[in-house]
C-alpha cells in the first residue's frame, strides 16, 4: 500500500509561481509511475502531468504545457510539479497519483492505484 501526501499549495497571484510536492511513504516508489491531476470546483477530475519511471520521460496536457514541469527525485520518494505563469485557471485542487504501469499515455484517473488527499492552488486574477 503506497500512501501519498502532497504539499506546496496556495494563493498566487497570475503570473506567479509554486511548487508542489507529493511523498511516498511505501519502498516501491521508484517503480512507479506519477502523475498530476487537478479538480476545479463543479469539474470532473483532469490529468496534468505523468512522469514514468524508465528514463523519466514525461507528458503533459496542453493546458499547461510550457508552464508546467514534472520531476522526480527517487532517492526522496518524491515527485515534484513547477507551476509557472499561473492562470487563474489553474486554480484547483492537485492530486498526486501513483501507477504501477510504465506508461506515458497513462492520461485517466481509472489508470492510478493510489492518490493522495489533495493541496489547493488558488489563483487571483
Known amino acids: 500500500q503506497e500512501q501519498l501526501v502532497e504539499s506546496g499549495g496556495g494563493l498566487v497571484q497570475a503570473g506567479g509561481s509554486l511548487t508542489l510536492s507529493c511523498r511516498a511513504s511505501?519502498?516501491?516508489?521508484?517503480?512507479?509511475?506519477m502523475a498530476w491531476f487537478r479538480q476545479a470546483p463543479g469539474k470532473e477530475r483532469e490529468f496534468v502531468s505523468v512522469i514514468i519511471r524508465t528514463g523519466g520521460n514525461t507528458a503533459y496536457a496542453d493546458s499547461v504545457k510550457g508552464r508546467f514541469t514534472i520531476s522526480r527525485d527517487d532517492s526522496k520518494n518524491t515527485v515534484y510539479l513547477q507551476l509557472n505563469s499561473l492562470e487563474p485557471e489553474d486554480t484547483a485542487v492537485y492530486y498526486c497519483a501513483a501507477a504501477r504501469n510504465n506508461n506515458l499515455f497513462a492520461r485517466s484517473v481509472s489508470q492510478y492505484e493510489y492518490w493522495g488527499q489533495g493541496t489547493q492552488v488558488t489563483v487571483s486574477s
Open positions: 511505501g519502498r516501491s516508489f521508484s517503480s512507479y509511475t
